[in-house]
């Protein structure tokens, strides 16, 4: 498989260029490639360093720069470095600029700053939310925006901790116990927030994988104990209408995002 070098630079966290990068790098699945964040550039002293390692990127393609650093000196001078220059924001700013008739302010790190104080204190008190209502250990899921269900190691508390962290939800989990499977029956206090709640499934044999790694050689981990965990959990959700998809092949933001449309939740924070 050949190789390529992608730099993701900024000013800033460089969180947004790495973002828009493996957007774009997931298209080319026949390509490895090496990916490298510079984050904070804000001097020309960085600037120069940051040029450096661009020039001595190797690779069997021309090395790729995501560049969204807002200062132009800095920018040229990381440039210099060479390669194939994306710039995923200028052009558009520029066409924005042109529609509002009027010039944007450039502040650096504005994206990921503070700059809706409640929008970011609602993030804290859903992560502390997430965090202290994950794997069942809530009753009382009154002020719960979300209910993951499914069966242990099935991607439930990363999820929360995702929808929290990026949207404010205050999501809780709760795992599907022996005594929940064996009965066929959902929690009663569960039931009763129906609309909150969704399910979580995967493919029998990834979950004895990940489960082999905590506990190898057990019956939590055995691959028919994991066959049936998920065929009856996925009976269970047919049974009392709830929504649900699998976690076996698709990402934390993928699985958040058809979430947040399953049970409307984007109208709901907004």
């Known amino acids: 498989m050949k190789k390529c070098t992608i730099f993701y630079v900024s000013d800033g966290t460089a969180i947004t260029a790495e973002t828009v990068?493996?957007?774009?790098?997931?298209?080319?699945?026949?390509?490895?490639?090496?990916?490298?964040?510079?984050?904070?550039?804000?001097?020309?002293?960085?600037?120069?360093?940051?040029?450096q390692q661009i020039g001595s990127a190797k690779g069997d393609y021309q090395t790729l720069v995501i560049n969204t650093v807002v200062d132009i000196e800095l920018r040229i001078i990381i440039h210099s470095g060479g390669g194939l220059k994306l710039d995923p924001f200028n052009r558009l700013l520029r066409e924005i600029e042109d529609n509002l008739e009027i010039k944007r302010s450039p502040v650096v790190g504005r994206a990921h700053g503070v700059v809706d104080s409640k929008a970011y204190t609602a993030r804290i008190d859903a992560t502390n939310y997430a965090l202290l209502n994950d794997d069942g250990v809530s009753v009382d899921y009154d002020d719960a925006d979300l209910i993951l269900l499914g069966v242990s190691r099935s991607g439930k508390t990363p999820t929360c901790l995702y929808l929290a962290l990026q949207y404010g939800v205050k999501a809780a989990n709760y795992p599907l116990t022996e005594e929940d499977l064996d009965r066929l029956k959902i929690p009663g206090?569960?039931?009763?927030?129906?609309?909150?709640?969704?399910?979580?499934?995967?493919?029998p044999f990834r979950l004895s994988q990940i489960r082999a790694e905590r506990r190898a050689g057990t019956q939590y981990s055995n691959q028919r104990q994991c066959q049936r965990e998920v065929s009856d959990a996925e009976s269970m959700f047919l049974r009392n209408g709830i929504q649900f998809l699998s976690t076996t092949d698709t990402s934390i933001e993928e699985i958040s995002g058809k979430i947040l449309v399953a049970l409307n939740l984007n109208n709901r924070l907004h």
């Open 21 to 51: 990068g493996h957007s774009l790098i997931s298209q080319f699945r026949d390509i490895k490639f090496k990916q490298i964040r510079i984050p904070f550039i804000d001097s020309i002293e960085k600037a120069q360093d940051a040029a």
């Open 189 to 203: 206090n569960i039931l009763k927030h129906k609309e909150k709640v969704y399910g979580l499934t995967i493919d």
